[in-house]
Structure formats: C-alpha cells, structure tokens
C-alpha cells in the first residue's frame, strides 16, 4: 500500500526525501559524529539537533547569496565562516535554554560548524535548485538530522543510564555500552539498516534469497 | 635545560601525543570525526595514504597556528564563542597555501591532490584536532604531536575499513545491512577492541 502510494506520488514525496529515504545520517552517512560520541542523553541530543537545524538551515540560506562568480575556495570558506558567526548565537541561545550543556557536549557543538551539509552539500546538492525548493530540501534534511539524533540519544539515555532527561525509568536492564561510542556505532547501524530495507520497499526491490552468491 | 635536552623532552612528547591521538584517542573509533570523509575515501577507491598525507599536513601546520594565536584569543572575554570562527580562519589560510603550492607544484595527480584539500580542509577531523588540543591544554609539542596523530589515526582507520569493505558489500551480507550499516557495525566492533586494548572495562 505504502509503495504503491510513493510511486504514484513519487515526485511530490521526494521533495522531503531528506527526512528519511535520503536521511543525512542513516542514508548518506554524513554528519554522524555528534550522534555517535555525543548523543547519548536526551538533553544532548536536542541541544545538538537543534543547534544543527539553526546554524546549518541559515548557512544554507545565506550561502545562497553568495555570487557564483566567486572561486570555488573562496566560496567555502564563506559558508564556514557564516556558520562559524551563527555559532556565536546559537550556542548562547543553547546554554539559556539547558544551562551548562554547552559544556556537555563538549567539542561536538562547534564542530557542527564544517558539518558536510554546509561544506559539501551546499555546493553539489542545494544550491542547484531554485531558492524556495533548495530551502524546504534543507529544512527536510535538517529535520531528518534532528529526528535521528533525538532518536538515538533517547534509546541511548534510556537502555544505557535507565533515565530519560535524567528522570529515573523503571527498566529491568541496563546496558552501559550503549552510552559509549561503539554503542552509537551498533544502534545506528541498525537503523541506517532499517531504512535501508524501507528504501528497497519503496523502490520495489525484490526481496533477497536464502543462502545467495558468496562473491 | 641544555640544547640537548630540550631537544630530547620536545619530541618526547611529540611521540607521546602523536601515540595518543593515533591509537587511543583515534579520531574514528574514539569520535567517528571524517567518518563520512573516509567512507567517500573508500567508496571511490581514492589512494588512502596520499589522502592521509595531506589531511596530516593540514592538521599539523594548522595546530602550530592554532597554538601561536590562542594566548590572544584566551584573553577575549568571550572566547570559547569565537575561538572556533579564529580556528576555522586560521585553517582557511593553511587551505588556501597548500592551493596555492600545489598549483604551482609540477605534479603528476594535480587535480586529484586539489580535490583531496578541498574535502581535507573543512573536515570534521582536522577542526576537532584542533578544538581537542585546546580542551586538553597540551604544549606546543602536544598541539604538533595531536595533529601529526590525528591524521595518522585518520589513515589508519580508514586503511582498517578499506580492507573489509568488499566484504562488506557483497553479496554474503543480507540487502538491509549491506554498504552503509554493516560498515558501522565493523567500525563499532574495531572501536569496542580499541576500547578494550586501552584498558577500560564496562562497568557491570
């Protein structure tokens, strides 16, 4: 059903592929860092996902402006150096809104500066397309960032640590490993598998047999 | 201290922080930071080791900058705010020399060295060397020893996945978890060993 759903509105859906068939983290396996060593409260998770959304989604936009005749060098730095001014608010607005969690997530929040989505993306992706489609791919692929990180920092803080935004959880096991990175690792893995499977439904794949060519 | 000595004590510690960020504290498996550079490294078969050699460069000549300018930024009142728009400054001016002298190099791969500054510059790695140096308060042979190691722990991470990445992507592996998740669970598992060899133990 859901197929038959997406090809006939294949055009209109892929729009918003960012959010998850083209999710920035589980599909194209960029910016997966801060979601891997940093995500593993809730709280950091929402304070690295929605710094993200911010510095990246007005990058982008000013990134926008930015005169194509400009070497390719130049335009860059640009970008990095827009993201690096929007830091400043950003990160500020974050330790009102959680005081001290700037500091829990130590060096991730500045480094979501270069994150691939302004570096890379921007040029080869983006700025391609006309300015109020490039904003609503943007803000898509952003909000996929933002639901994944969130995702993973929750599972993570609840079977690693048992809380929820440091609230006690009643639950019966514990595994630690999941507060570290190759728990992060493992989980992610996981789901980048499962949308994986979703995206060969999608695309009317046919399943897989049993036992195929070892090459 | 004699010449001799000071000699002996300042690349002493080089090697102590080059060990450290290249096995213990590797930008891959301890971070995942240029996770997405060394799957693209790996994915369009690029040669590894030149890759390495200039994001080792990059992160080296950046660290000695970053360590000149941080006792002025330090005395800013607001300088954990501003400190990563200096280091992406001062990265940017390393990016744009090693354009400059590769352009002027006569070299044989010219375009793919170009493209490998271009994706080196403005990585994750290269700024988080940077950014970890400066949280750890290191010395100037810390600073030059962290971003010799984290170029090398960069290559040698990428390296480790290359040589099971065929694998990983045949046709043995099940559709849903070949490529991309398979690849994190072999990188989680290279992380938990190194995790292990350190010494650390998960507490019970």
Known sequence: MF???????????????????????????????????????????????????????????????????????IRVILYVIVAG???????????????????????????????????????TRFLKKKRLSMMLDVFSHVLGFFVVIVLVAALRELL????????????????YGFMLPFGGFILLGFLAAGVQRFRLYLHGEPKARKGGDRS | MTFAEFTMTFFGKMLVYTLLA????????????????????????????????????????????????????????????????VYVGIIAVVYIVML????????????????????CAFNCAVLGALLLATEYELDLPGFIGFGIGTGLGFTLATYLTYIAYDRLNSKAVPKAFRGFPITLFYIGILSLAIYGMIGHELPV
Do not use: C
Not at chain 1, 42 to 54: A, D
Not at chain 2, 50 to 71: E, H
């Open chain 1, 3 to 73: 197929r038959r759903f997406y090809q006939k509105n294949k055009k209109q859906i892929d729009q918003f592929d960012g959010l998850l068939v083209n999710n920035t983290v589980l599909e194209r396996g960029l910016v997966i860092a801060p979601v891997i060593a940093a995500a593993n409260t809730l709280q950091n998770g929402l304070v690295l996902g929605m710094s993200f959304m911010l510095i990246t989604f007005f990058a982008v936009v000013v990134a926008s402006f930015v005169p194509k005749a400009l070497p390719y060098a």
């Open chain 1, 85 to 123: 001014l929007l830091f400043i608010p950003v990160s500020y607005l974050m330790d009102l809104m959680f005081p001290g969690s700037v500091f829990k997530v130590g060096i991730f929040l500045p480094l979501l500066i270069t994150n691939s989505l302004i570096v890379t993306k921007t040029e």
């Open chain 1, 160 to 175: 690693g640590n048992g809380t929820l935004m440091e609230h006690e959880i009643n639950i019966p096991l514990k595994i």
């Open chain 2, 22 to 85: 290249t096995f213990t504290e590797n930008t891959i498996f301890s971070r995942a930071l240029g996770s997405s550079t060394s799957l693209w490294i790996i994915r369009k078969r690029y040669q590894i080791l030149s890759f390495g050699i200039i994001m080792t460069v990059i992160t080296t000549v950046s660290s000695v900058g970053a360590y000149l300018v941080l006792p002025f930024v330090r005395e800013t009142q607001y300088y954990s705010y501003i400190l990563p728009l």
């Open chain 2, 100 to 119: 400059f002298i590769t352009h002027r190099l006569p070299l044989k791969n010219r375009d793919i060295m170009l493209m490998f500054i271009h994706r």
